[in-house]
């Protein structure tokens, strides 16, 4: 069974609807047994980062990613679902830039796409590690994203890039802990490929 993270945050019956494609029994959950207990935990997000770490730690999320990885259970989190997996994120305030703080499990900061127009929205290419799990057999596939900050920083074990306006990461696979930028719920099928890669290293 597949578990949808329900936090407040995500497209999550686009989600649901995604990955119950496969086959599989996917539900959408905010329940911390169910969540934990899963054979894989999607963890969406959209806004902004700090709404985002707000309403996590209220659905006790952070508790339960935290458990999994400790279990080596797979977590995968898709946009802002990617970003506070990271250990802050820069965001504007009514005057200046503030840091939000993550989860910290990568030592990178988030921060806005230097691109001459935001958000980041649309297909864009995905230049992925030649060993990658969840990218085999997607190369020259693109991607549907929708955007404005993202981490520029080489983390984890394996990673995969995207350029607008400047290269950043739009995937990072390290162990159970697998995040990407763009959507794949939202990508077609090059996205359920995607997801059908990710069941498979379940």
Sequence with gaps: MIAILDYGSGNLRSAQRAFAHTGLDVQVTSDPRTCI????????????????????????GDEIIKERISKSRPVLGICVGMQI???HGLEPSRSHTQSARGLGYWDAEVSKIEAPV???????????????????????ET?????????????????AWTNYGETFLSA????????????PEKSGKAGLAFIRNWLGTL
């Excluded at 054979?39 to 006790?60: N, R, Y």
């Design 118 to 140: 935001l958000p980041h929205m649309g297909w864009n290419n995905v230049e992925a590690d030649p060993n990658s799990e969840l990218f085999r057999g997607l190369s020259g």
């Design 143 to 159: 991607f549907y994203f929708v955007h404005s900050y993202a981490a520029k920083k080489s983390v984890g074990s394996k990673q």
């Design 85 to 87: 997996l990271f250990s």
């Design 172 to 183: 990072v696979e390290d162990g159970p802990l697998s995040a990407t930028q763009f959507h």
């Design 37 to 60: 207990e899963s054979d894989g935990l999607v963890v969406p997000g959209v806004g902004a980062f700090q709404s985002c770490m707000i309403g996590l730690e209220v659905a006790h």
